[in-house]
């Protein structure tokens, strides 16, 4: 094993250990990589509007289309 | 009495559970749990997400505006409507109204947790999965690949609970995809 695949071997590892922190502690972590996902996505946005296959499905959150106010 | 702006802009989950449990408890709501990336977080690795994404049962399904009652009870309350959220502090909370048996069943079955001392309701993990089978994005089969390596669900679990609500062709299609040749 190279020390590349090791480095990514400890990351994969280390990601996966954080499904044992608390709950609250896993919801303040996802608050903060918001600033990160909003600066993302104005760009996916040009690139869904410019018709970019590579913009694919992705967007945040998992809801069913919602549920317009009549 | 609307809290103070300054402590809406800090307000974080623990006040959106708060905030359900008054609506549940004032009837404004028949039941409601928490559901998508924010409730998959109870079993695995946090994952990147704007929004919480919350189920409801109402008390009167079939009037036209089936939100407003929800949205009126947000608003007298200091948190305002942005798009089809309301903003809760950090989070745009999403209200979606039960639309499927499956999402019923969720609801039915959905486990109250703890957050923070404060008891919340949300789905649990082998409805998680199969509501994410059934809308069946990239970022859904994520989900259910996430839940299913957390331990949190088995593929079994998932099976039968596709069966039950008509997704085993659904089911057969992402084992095939994603876990037969994995084994």
């Avoid at chain 2, 998508?36 to 990147?48: F, I, K, L, W």
């Avoid at chain 2, 069946?136 to 679990?157: C, N």
Wanted: charged content about 30%; glycine content about 6%; proline content about 7%.
């Amino acid at each position: 094993m190279t020390e590349t695949e090791r480095r990514f071997q400890r990351q994969a590892e280390w990601q996966k250990s954080r499904r044992f922190l608390p709950w609250p502690e896993k919801i303040r972590l996802a608050e903060q990589m918001r600033p990160a996902i909003e600066a993302f996505r104005p760009q996916r946005d040009a690139r869904r509007r410019s018709g970019s296959t590579a913009a694919s499905a992705e967007h945040e959150g998992s809801a069913p289309p919602p549920v317009r106010r009549r | 009495m609307s809290p103070p702006r300054d402590l809406r802009n800090i307000a974080g989950v623990r006040d959106v559970a708060l905030l359900l449990n008054d609506m549940r408890a004032s009837g404004v709501v028949s039941d409601y749990a928490l559901f998508g990336a924010a409730a998959q977080m109870r079993y695995t690795e946090p994952v990147a997400t704007l929004d919480a994404d919350v189920l409801v049962a109402v008390p009167a399904p079939d009037r036209l505006d089936v939100l407003g009652p929800i949205y009126a009870f947000c608003r007298a309350r200091g948190y305002d409507e942005e798009g089809e959220s309301v903003r809760v502090g950090a989070w745009p909370v999403q209200f979606v109204p039960v639309f499927s048996s499956l999402t019923l069943d969720a609801l039915h079955a959905a486990e109250t947790a703890d957050f923070e001392g404060v008891p919340f309701r949300v789905v649990g993990a082998p409805h998680l999965a199969v509501i994410a089978l059934s809308v069946g994005r990239a970022k859904d089969f994520a989900r259910v690949l996430a839940l299913l390596e957390s331990g949190a669900v088995t593929r079994e679990a998932i099976g039968r609970l596709a069966g039950a609500h008509g997704l085993s062709e659904a089911w057969d299609r992402f084992t095939r995809r994603f876990l037969d040749d994995r084994d």
